[in-house]
């Protein structure tokens, strides 16, 4: 059974219940008053009723002394009446039907003995009493006929019953759009929900009320997005995966191909000395790039696994560790190194950020550049160190690649140099592992800049502010 | 039919099932109520609408007033306006049984006969009550000797619906009796603890000359026990058939007024319309007509009506 079918029960059942209730409570309730109310007529009558009697009694008070066979007494009696003497025997009566008196109370108490009959006829009320008038004494029935109590009452639980189909007749079709309508969108979710699940992560809905099933909507807008964000992300890592895969082997074969070749022609053949050198020189070089590349992996795998402790240390001291590294790369290519480091402490690992420092430096030497200039500055809360060139720079359409593991700007020129792709991924990593945020802008002729910019220890901003 | 569509029909039927029992159910639930309702019986005790006459208070020495049975019986004129104000205001009657300090049936039939005599209605030995066992009232009522028989009394209070439940004074209930004789017809409201009479109402058939006079208005407010001198003063009406007489210091007023009505006979013209000038005169104020088939009167009886009042501003701000 669905939701639909449910909801469509629970409404019946619950309007028919609530509407079936109230109708015997209120008719009930009318009837009990009417029977109630005509009760107290009927004693009102009969009260009206015995005082003509004690009337007809004190005028003519020999009125009850005549003939066995019944008493002739003028008809003022304005309901049907009954006179029976102390013997109890009848002695007058204008009914049409002669009830059955349960029993007769000749006490003076002020209680009257009522009773309801029901008969073919209709509906009678029978009221009792002993009357005295002087020496006379008589029982005095009287009749009150609520026939049309009873036919009222029939006829309202009819037309209610009326009421009830026809309220019923327009209330099915409304129920039923009703139902429609509160399960449509959750019909719509669900077809979402198969949709997404079909691989479609694409698949919205339309949010139109803010009630819950909106409310639900728009959680399951949320949670699709995120999905999709996810699977996208999960793609990317993926495809990512692929890449670096296909990356690897090709730069793996790409040297031992060489390797091999050259090794094979010199197992094969005796080569002079010059080209056994030659041979031997390509086998070096391939070999110096597939140690270069192995050692880069390592140290991107190596930091993926590792926790680094980061610790303040003045920029300007960590640039004064790291000169002689840089300054005798420079000077071995021609390539003029200008510094200018302002005050400041940024938490750093000094190894990360030599070996960024280094990536960074070398590959602005590659690009054939003549000029390095590397800056230190703050500015609001935080360290920005940028490493400036005037080399051949990279096209811009490129720039959001080159921090991809094996991504090569000029592969050709670039495995000349003994690169294998990773020293921007790694930069990239580092900066990463220290929260920093890294720039690249180039315009592909005029050199390029890379910017890493650190947030600023506590204490180093109190420094700055002071 | 797929599984859905099954359900749907399901539900349908089911739905359709549970309306129609419900149905059933509720005319199963109606009809054992009905007969519970309609097998009823048993003993209802009729609680009077009125408490028991107070007895009079004794003296600030303590000694029992001599005169305190008189005075039972007297109402001041405070609460004889209260009790008329209430009466105009009511909207039901309730009959009861006399309580105590009520006067009974026969004595309200005998202030009656009292009343009608004393107002010159009516000689003393024509009264039912002196014939009343006697085996002789009954046949000379209907005979044109000047005998009154009592034909119906009946003790009642005017209740309001929504005071229903209190029980009220004594002297708020009234008895009406009803007489009627070859000459005169009567209905007159008497005082259930006075015994006086307030309002009447009497058809003559004969003595068509009475009209209304100084002496029957001072003599009806007498009777009726108002407990105050009268004011010099009488209101009568333009067309010179009624009269209204204030009570001193009081809101109260003694009302009298006369009309005949006429029953004729003729071609069935209407009355009005006649131009004649027996009919004009006979569109006048002290004429109401009830029955007219033509020119020829058949029946002419007077209609003279007593009544304690209040004035209708009075009875608005109470």
């Given at each position: 059974m669905r939701l639909f079918h449910k909801i469509f029960l629970c409404f019946v059942i619950i309007f028919s219940i609530a509407f079936q209730a109230a109708g015997i409570l209120l008719i009930n309730f009318a009837y009990e008053n009417a029977v109630e109310q005509e009760k107290k007529y009927a004693l009102q009558q009969f009260q009206y009723n015995k005082y003509i009697l004690q009337s007809i009694l004190y005028s003519e008070?020999?009125?009850?002394?005549?003939e066995e066979s019944g008493i002739e007494i003028?008809?003022?009696?304005?309901v049907p009446v009954a006179l029976y003497d102390t013997d109890r025997r009848c002695i007058y009566t204008n009914m049409a039907v002669q009830p059955d008196i349960p029993y007769f109370d000749d006490s003076v108490d002020g209680r009257l003995i009522f009773w309801i009959v029901r008969r073919d006829e209709g509906c009678f009320i029978y009221v009792q009493d002993y009357v005295r008038q002087g020496e006379s004494a008589v029982y005095l029935v009287t009749e009150s006929d609520i026939s049309s109590v009873v036919e009222t009452h029939r006829g309202m639980a009819a037309y209610f019953q009326r009421i009830y189909l026809i309220i019923l007749c327009i209330g099915f079709p409304l129920i039923f759009l009703l139902t429609s309508f509160f399960t449509g969108p959750i019909k719509r979710v669900g077809g979402a929900a198969r949709r997404i699940a079909e691989g479609r992560y694409s698949e919205r809905i339309r949010v139109g009320t803010k009630d819950e099933i909106g409310e639900l909507a728009v959680d399951f807008n949320q949670m699709a997005e995120k999905i999709e964000e996810k699977i996208s992300e999960l793609s990317e890592a993926a495809r990512a995966k692929e890449d670096f895969t296909a990356n690897f082997a090709h730069e793996l074969k790409t040297p031992l191909t060489s390797v091999i070749g050259y090794a094979d022609m010199l197992y094969q053949k005796a080569l002079p000395r010059e080209q056994v050198k030659e041979a031997a020189g390509y086998i070096l070089h391939e070999g110096m790039r597939l140690e270069a590349l192995s050692l880069k992996l390592m140290d991107l795998f190596v930091m993926d696994k590792q926790d680094f402790i980061l610790e303040e240390t003045p920029v300007a001291e960590l640039f004064g560790n790291l000169m002689p590294g840089i300054e005798p790369l420079c000077r071995k290519q021609g390539v003029r190194l200008k510094r200018e480091i302002a005050a400041g402490t940024i938490a750093a690992d000094f190894d990360l950020f030599k070996t960024m420092i280094l990536n960074l430096v070398d590959n602005a030497v590659k690009a054939e550049c003549e000029d390095i200039r590397i800056t230190g500055e703050r500015t609001e809360g935080k360290y920005r160190i940028c490493i400036q060139d005037n080399g051949k720079g990279i096209p811009p359409a490129e720039l959001g690649r080159i921090t991809e593991a094996f991504y090569m700007v000029d592969k050709s020129r670039s495995r000349k140099q003994h690169?294998?792709?990773l020293g921007m991924a790694l930069v990239a990593k580092i900066a990463e592992l220290h929260k920093a945020e890294l720039q690249i802008k180039s315009d592909g002729r005029t050199g390029t800049r890379v910017c890493i910019t650190f947030c600023l220890p506590e204490g180093g901003r109190d420094e700055q502010s002071a | 039919m797929n599984r859905v569509h099954k359900w749907t029909l399901l539900c349908f039927l089911f739905a359709a099932f549970f309306v129609l029992g419900s149905m059933a159910g509720m005319d199963f639930i109606l009809q054992k109520r009905e007969n519970r309702l309609l097998q009823e019986s048993g003993s209802e005790e009729t609680e009077p609408p009125v408490a028991v006459w107070r007895e009079p208070q004794a003296d600030e020495a303590g000694r029992p007033d001599v005169s305190s049975e008189e005075k039972a019986r007297q109402l001041t004129v405070e609460q004889m306006e209260e009790v008329i104000n209430y009466r105009d205001s009511a909207t039901d009657e309730v009959l009861h049984d006399p309580v105590s300090g009520q006067i009974s049936m026969e004595e309200a039939i005998a202030c009656g006969e009292q009343w009608l005599v004393e107002m010159g209605f009516l000689e003393e030995e024509h009264t039912g009550s002196k014939n009343a066992g006697s085996g002789q009232a009954g046949i000379t009522a209907g005979e044109n000797n000047g005998q009154i028989l009592c034909r119906r009394a009946s003790l009642g209070i005017k209740k309001e619906r929504r005071n229903s439940q209190v029980p009220m004074e004594p002297y708020y209930s009234f008895w009406t009796v009803r007489f009627s004789g070859g000459t005169v017809n009567a209905v007159l409201s008497v005082n259930a603890v006075t015994g006086s009479v307030w309002d009447a109402e009497i058809t003559l058939y004969n003595d068509m000359t009475r009209k209304f006079s100084w002496e029957t208005l001072d003599l009806f407010t007498k009777l009726a026990g108002v407990q105050a001198e009268f004011e010099n003063y009488v209101d009568i009406n333009k067309t010179n058939t009624g009269a209204t007489l204030a009570v001193k210091d009081s809101y109260l007023r003694a009302q009298v007024e006369y009309y005949d009505i006429v029953v004729a006979v003729g071609n069935g013209e209407d009355w009005n319309a006649g131009s004649d000038e027996e009919d004009q005169s006979m569109a006048r104020d002290d004429i109401r007509v009830t029955e007219y088939y033509g020119g020829r009167e058949m029946h002419r009886r007077r209609i003279i009506e007593y009544h304690l009042i209040l004035p209708v501003a009075f009875s608005s701000s109470s």
């Amino acid at each position: 059974m669905r939701l639909f079918h449910k909801i469509f029960l629970c409404f019946v059942i619950i309007f028919s219940i609530a509407f079936q209730a109230a109708g015997i409570l209120l008719i009930n309730f009318a009837y009990e008053n009417a029977v109630e109310q005509e009760k107290k007529y009927a004693l009102q009558q009969f009260q009206y009723n015995k005082y003509i009697l004690q009337s007809i009694l004190y005028s003519e008070p020999e009125i009850l002394q005549e003939e066995e066979s019944g008493i002739e007494i003028r008809d003022d009696f304005t309901v049907p009446v009954a006179l029976y003497d102390t013997d109890r025997r009848c002695i007058y009566t204008n009914m049409a039907v002669q009830p059955d008196i349960p029993y007769f109370d000749d006490s003076v108490d002020g209680r009257l003995i009522f009773w309801i009959v029901r008969r073919d006829e209709g509906c009678f009320i029978y009221v009792q009493d002993y009357v005295r008038q002087g020496e006379s004494a008589v029982y005095l029935v009287t009749e009150s006929d609520i026939s049309s109590v009873v036919e009222t009452h029939r006829g309202m639980a009819a037309y209610f019953q009326r009421i009830y189909l026809i309220i019923l007749c327009i209330g099915f079709p409304l129920i039923f759009l009703l139902t429609s309508f509160f399960t449509g969108p959750i019909k719509r979710v669900g077809g979402a929900a198969r949709r997404i699940a079909e691989g479609r992560y694409s698949e919205r809905i339309r949010v139109g009320t803010k009630d819950e099933i909106g409310e639900l909507a728009v959680d399951f807008n949320q949670m699709a997005e995120k999905i999709e964000e996810k699977i996208s992300e999960l793609s990317e890592a993926a495809r990512a995966k692929e890449d670096f895969t296909a990356n690897f082997a090709h730069e793996l074969k790409t040297p031992l191909t060489s390797v091999i070749g050259y090794a094979d022609m010199l197992y094969q053949k005796a080569l002079p000395r010059e080209q056994v050198k030659e041979a031997a020189g390509y086998i070096l070089h391939e070999g110096m790039r597939l140690e270069a590349l192995s050692l880069k992996l390592m140290d991107l795998f190596v930091m993926d696994k590792q926790d680094f402790i980061l610790e303040e240390t003045p920029v300007a001291e960590l640039f004064g560790n790291l000169m002689p590294g840089i300054e005798p790369l420079c000077r071995k290519q021609g390539v003029r190194l200008k510094r200018e480091i302002a005050a400041g402490t940024i938490a750093a690992d000094f190894d990360l950020f030599k070996t960024m420092i280094l990536n960074l430096v070398d590959n602005a030497v590659k690009a054939e550049c003549e000029d390095i200039r590397i800056t230190g500055e703050r500015t609001e809360g935080k360290y920005r160190i940028c490493i400036q060139d005037n080399g051949k720079g990279i096209p811009p359409a490129e720039l959001g690649r080159i921090t991809e593991a094996f991504y090569m700007v000029d592969k050709s020129r670039s495995r000349k140099q003994h690169g294998a792709g990773l020293g921007m991924a790694l930069v990239a990593k580092i900066a990463e592992l220290h929260k920093a945020e890294l720039q690249i802008k180039s315009d592909g002729r005029t050199g390029t800049r890379v910017c890493i910019t650190f947030c600023l220890p506590e204490g180093g901003r109190d420094e700055q502010s002071a | 039919m797929n599984r859905v569509h099954k359900w749907t029909l399901l539900c349908f039927l089911f739905a359709a099932f549970f309306v129609l029992g419900s149905m059933a159910g509720m005319d199963f639930i109606l009809q054992k109520r009905e007969n519970r309702l309609l097998q009823e019986s048993g003993s209802e005790e009729t609680e009077p609408p009125v408490a028991v006459w107070r007895e009079p208070q004794a003296d600030e020495a303590g000694r029992p007033d001599v005169s305190s049975e008189e005075k039972a019986r007297q109402l001041t004129v405070e609460q004889m306006e209260e009790v008329i104000n209430y009466r105009d205001s009511a909207t039901d009657e309730v009959l009861h049984d006399p309580v105590s300090g009520q006067i009974s049936m026969e004595e309200a039939i005998a202030c009656g006969e009292q009343w009608l005599v004393e107002m010159g209605f009516l000689e003393e030995e024509h009264t039912g009550s002196k014939n009343a066992g006697s085996g002789q009232a009954g046949i000379t009522a209907g005979e044109n000797n000047g005998q009154i028989l009592c034909r119906r009394a009946s003790l009642g209070i005017k209740k309001e619906r929504r005071n229903s439940q209190v029980p009220m004074e004594p002297y708020y209930s009234f008895w009406t009796v009803r007489f009627s004789g070859g000459t005169v017809n009567a209905v007159l409201s008497v005082n259930a603890v006075t015994g006086s009479v307030w309002d009447a109402e009497i058809t003559l058939y004969n003595d068509m000359t009475r009209k209304f006079s100084w002496e029957t208005l001072d003599l009806f407010t007498k009777l009726a026990g108002v407990q105050a001198e009268f004011e010099n003063y009488v209101d009568i009406n333009k067309t010179n058939t009624g009269a209204t007489l204030a009570v001193k210091d009081s809101y109260l007023r003694a009302q009298v007024e006369y009309y005949d009505i006429v029953v004729a006979v003729g071609n069935g013209e209407d009355w009005n319309a006649g131009s004649d000038e027996e009919d004009q005169s006979m569109a006048r104020d002290d004429i109401r007509v009830t029955e007219y088939y033509g020119g020829r009167e058949m029946h002419r009886r007077r209609i003279i009506e007593y009544h304690l009042i209040l004035p209708v501003a009075f009875s608005s701000s109470s």
